[in-house]
Every structure is written in structure tokens, then in C-alpha cells.
């Protein structure tokens, strides 16, 4: 008799349907994995032979014979555990083996028999609705896996638990979708004193979701303001949340066990690789810009960063996707990220405000790190001078967060209406995403501060001109508010 046992096998966010095959045979004892295991699939054998021996059930002293099918894709990660588990116990007729197949199991088995948390169960989740299947899963992978939909979700927290539950001693119930916890209670931009002009540029970013490149020196507040960017951004969609959850699901399980609306920021060191910033290794993860999908990457001293690393930004930031190339495979993540960016200057960081022995070589050398095709996929670059003492001096703003996200929310809204006449797998929402047809067409009145940007035939400048004049709208700006000019900062183009 073979017991068999469905699971997953994982290539990038694509889910690859694996058989669990067991059969126990007469012969010498033995207990072996085939079907191209990796190392923590092949040390299943002593944390299931363990955990059976917690439930009180010894292997039987007879050759045991896992194969994971098909035998030609390459199984990794310990959520092999729980299938090889419990199709051990169907052939050993502990568990019915007719009800298991109606399920896909995935689950790390700890040594005592309980269950631990993997990752990719949501996505296994997704698959196991797609096909009319249930899922089994460990207890603290539950909330992540009812956000399937209509699934059966079995989370239980050990394999008694699993034994109990089909015999019918001790249901489990079903879990509820979780949700995870706000992270970004206290950052408003309230907090920030003075730069009123960089405040304005941060609004007209999340209003149109365009790239922004920030220079000043050290100090005046580019870090503070990034910070603050996600409270003033909508929060994601539903459609928008599961995509994410789906990254974060493969690339270690979600935070909290749960899926949030609140958009992402990912702060690398500018010590970061390419592999890391991008994504890859052997087995090849997602990198920091497909953690940062749908919401923003943050890139602080952007010139101390790799330079292949910087450059291999250019064509996720077209495309909204990473293609990560290995011998083994090719695989695909989405990476549809707001790119924030900020540096000094100069080296030494003072440029135009201190004097500089090196002025004005120092600068050009130091902004000259960046090639000019990266500089075409930012839209916004602005200096952000230092906050003088007598603005430090000045009492918290009373604009915070809240209402610049209204008038946000609301330039968000007014361009989904604009959009909508377009093809839905274009997947243009907001006027960063628009291509040069799309954002010379039907644009909205632009402000006299924008109409002397415009006269250069380029849909970056068509693009923020847009945007500028959603937010520079009388709708949308209180008649009492003044609106500071933007400081549009020059690089040298290499």
C-alpha cells in the first residue's frame, strides 16, 4: 500500500504541487527520502522518527521509503515534515488515508510532535482553494492561511492534535484572518520644523507615487521626512495586501502571522548587495525591492551604495518586476516600489554651506556616482537645505499627517478616475506609472509653477506636472495655505 500526501514545493511566488509518497515494504529497516531532496528535507527522517515516538507510535522494522514527486524538482525547506508525517501515519493506519487526500499539509515537525511555523503557507493556501482542496497547517500559521478565502484550514498545534481531529475526539475550529499590528503610530509629519518646500514635494510624491531624490547636508531632516512618507500614503487594497502578504509569505513567513493594509518601507544599509538589494542567492529570495512591493524603499547615502547595485534598479523601476536568472531556474517577483532617495551633497556633506577646499570638483565627483539613466527614473529631485535655529525655535506645525493624506487620498482618487478607461492589465493607477501617451492626454490645468517645466517634450516632467496640479488644485489646497516653491536640485549627468 502507498499513503500519499499533498504538498508544495515553492519556485519564487509560483507553487509547484508535490506528492508525498509512503510506502513500507518488507527488507532490512530503513527509512529513505528520494525525489531530490535538500539537506533539511533529508533531516526529516530522525524529527518525524521522534515526534512519532512522543505519540507513543514506533517505526515499524521495515523498510520505509519516502518519494517526493515528481522526483526531477528540487524539494527545500523543513514544511516537508508534516506530509511525511502524516502519510507515515496513513500507512502505518493511524490517520485514514481516503480523507488526507482531500488536503495539502506543510508544517515544520519539532521533536515533542508539535508544529512550527513555516513560510508560504499562504501561498499554499491560495493553491490548495484553486484546486477545491483543504489545507493543514501548524496553529500559528492559521490566520495567514484563512486569508484564502473559502478553504478548509485544519491549523493545529501538534500531530496528536491532527490524530484527534480526523478520528473526531477534539475538532479543531477554524481560524480567523489575523491582522497585523500598526507599526507607524507617532512618525507625523508634525514633527518635522521647517522645510516646507521638501513637505510639498513629499505630498506631491505619494499624490502621484513618483520617485524622489533628496540633497542637503547631513541633518536637515531627509531621513525624518522619508519616515514619514507611508502614514501619508492610502493603505493598500485588498488585491494590494495579498500580493504583498504572498512576497513576505515566501521570504519568511508574514510578520505577526497576519496580512496588513499598511504600506511597506524598507530602509537598506548602503552596505547592502546586490543580491540582497535585488534579490538572488543559490536559492534565489526576494530582495529588498520586492519586500518594498507597493509601497516604499528608502535608499539613504544613495551614492555609497554599489554601483551595480544602484544600476540594477533601472529596470525593476520600469517594469515593476525582477527577473533573477540563475542556472538552476528563472524566477520572477514582483518589485512595484516607490524608490525615495537620500545624500549629501558632497563628500564631506556641506557643499554651498561651509567652505570646501575641493568646491565645486568635490560635489561634481561625488553626485557623478549616479549614471543618468537612474537619475531619468527619479521624477522628483529636490535640496533640502539645513533647518535654520529660528525655525527649530518655532512651535509643531498644525498640518500633520492626517490632513496631508486626505488631499492625498484624494489626488489618488481623482486619478483612478482618470485611469480608469485604460485596459486593467496596463495596471495604471496614478500618474508614475503613466507612459508619455497617457500622461500628455486629458492632462489636468498645471499651476504656474509647474507651466515653465513643461516646455521639455519628456514624461517625467509630464507626469509630476500632473500631479503638481492635482495638488495644487483649489479642491484639494485650503485657499489659506501658501504653497512654497519646490527646490529643483541639478546633477551632473554621466
Known amino acids: 500500500m502507498v499513503a500519499k500526501v499533498r504538498t508544495v514545493a515553492f519556485h519564487g511566488v509560483e507553487v509547484i504541487e508535490v506528492e508525498t509518497q509512503v510506502t513500507?515494504?518488507?527488507?532490512?529497516?530503513?527509512?529513505?527520502?528520494?525525489?531530490?531532496?535538500?539537506?533539511?528535507?533529508?533531516?526529516?527522517?530522525?524529527?518525524?522518527?521522534?515526534?512519532?515516538?512522543?505519540?507513543?507510535?514506533?517505526?515499524?522494522?521495515?523498510?520505509?521509503?519516502?518519494?517526493?514527486?515528481?522526483?526531477?524538482?528540487?524539494k527545500e525547506g523543513s514544511h516537508?515534515?508534516?506530509?511525511?508525517?502524516?502519510?507515515?501515519?496513513?500507512?502505518?493506519?493511524?490517520?485514514?488515508?481516503?480523507?488526507?487526500?482531500g488536503y495539502m499539509a506543510l508544517g515544520e515537525v519539532a521533536l515533542d510532535g508539535s508544529l512550527t511555523s513555516v513560510a508560504g503557507v499562504l501561498l499554499a493556501a491560495l493553491a490548495a482553494a484553486s484546486r477545491g482542496s483543504g489545507v493543514i497547517?501548524?496553529?500559528?500559521?492559521?490566520?495567514?492561511?484563512?486569508?484564502?478565502?473559502?478553504?478548509e484550514v485544519i491549523a493545529a498545534p501538534s500531530l496528536l492534535a491532527i490524530v484527534n481531529h480526523f478520528k473526531g475526539t477534539q475538532l479543531l475550529p477554524p481560524p480567523e484572518p489575523r491582522v497585523a499590528p500598526s507599526r507607524s503610530a507617532g512618525l507625523d509629519l508634525a514633527d518635522v520644523k521647517g522645510q516646507e518646500s521638501a513637505k510639498r514635494a513629499l505630498e506631491i510624491a505619494a499624490a502621484g507615487g513618483h520617485n524622489l531624490l533628496m540633497i542637503g547636508p547631513p541633518g536637515a531632516g531627509k531621513s525624518m521626512l522619508a519616515a514619514r512618507l507611508p502614514g501619508i500614503l492610502p493603505p493598500l487594497e485588498p488585491a494590494e495586501a495579498l500580493e504583498l502578504g504572498m512576497i513576505q509569505s515566501v521570504a519568511g513567513g508574514l510578520r505577526s502571522g497576519g496580512l496588513s493594509r499598511e504600506r511597506p518601507f524598507r530602509d537598506p544599509h548602503h552596505s547592502a548587495s546586490l543580491a540582497a538589494l535585488v534579490g538572488g542567492g543559490p536559492r534565489p529570495r526576494p530582495g529588498e525591492i520586492s519586500l518594498a512591493h507597493?509601497?516604499?524603499?528608502?535608499?539613504?547615502?544613495?551614492?555609497?551604495?554599489?554601483?551595480?547595485?544602484?544600476e540594477a534598479l533601472r529596470q525593476p523601476l520600469e517594469t515593476g518586476r525582477v527577473s533573477i536568472a540563475r542556472a538552476q531556474g528563472h524566477v520572477t517577483y514582483p518589485a512595484r516600489f516607490q524608490l525615495i532617495a537620500a545624500m549629501n551633497p558632497c563628500r564631506c556633506g556641506h557643499f554651498a554651506e561651509l567652505a570646501c577646499g575641493r568646491a565645486p570638483r568635490c560635489a561634481e565627483d561625488?553626485?557623478?556616482?549616479?549614471?543618468?539613466?537612474?537619475?531619468?527614473?527619479?521624477?522628483?529631485?529636490?535640496?533640502?537645505?539645513?533647518?535654520?535655529p529660528a525655525d527649530l525655535a518655532l512651535p509643531p506645525a498644525a498640518e500633520g499627517s492626517a490632513a496631508v493624506a486626505g488631499r492625498v487620498a484624494a489626488a489618488r482618487a481623482r486619478q483612478a478616475k482618470r485611469y480608469a478607461g485604460l485596459p486593467a492589465e496596463r495596471g495604471i493607477r496614478t500618474n508614475a506609472e503613466a507612459d508619455g501617451h497617457c500622461s500628455t492626454r486629458s492632462r489636468p490645468p498645471s499651476p504656474p509653477a509647474a507651466r515653465s517645466s513643461l516646455g521639455r517634450p519628456s514624461g517625467c516632467i509630464c507626469r509630476r506636472a500632473a500631479t503638481i496640479g492635482y495638488c495644487a488644485s483649489p479642491a484639494l489646497w485650503p485657499t489659506s495655505t501658501a504653497q512654497p516653491p519646490l527646490r529643483v536640485a541639478t546633477l551632473p549627468r554621466r
Open 137 to 151: 497547517c501548524p496553529a500559528e500559521c492559521g490566520g495567514e492561511a484563512a486569508w484564502a478565502g473559502e478553504v
Open 294 to 310: 507597493q509601497g516604499v524603499l528608502f535608499l539613504d547615502e544613495l551614492a555609497e551604495f554599489n554601483r551595480a547595485a544602484l
Open 366 to 388: 561625488y553626485q557623478g556616482r549616479l549614471s543618468g539613466p537612474l537619475l531619468d527614473r527619479i521624477d522628483l529631485h529636490i535640496d533640502v537645505r539645513a533647518v535654520s
Open 24 to 74: 513500507i515494504a518488507s527488507g532490512l529497516p530503513a527509512f529513505t527520502v528520494v525525489g531530490l531532496p535538500d539537506k533539511a528535507v533529508a533531516e526529516s527522517r530522525e524529527r518525524v522518527r521522534a515526534a512519532l515516538a512522543s505519540l507513543g507510535l514506533g517505526l515499524p522494522p521495515r523498510r520505509i521509503t519516502v518519494n517526493l514527486a515528481p522526483a526531477d524538482v528540487l
Open 80 to 101: 516537508f515534515d508534516l506530509p511525511i508525517a502524516l502519510a507515515l501515519l496513513a500507512a502505518m493506519d493511524a490517520l485514514p488515508a481516503d480523507e488526507l487526500g
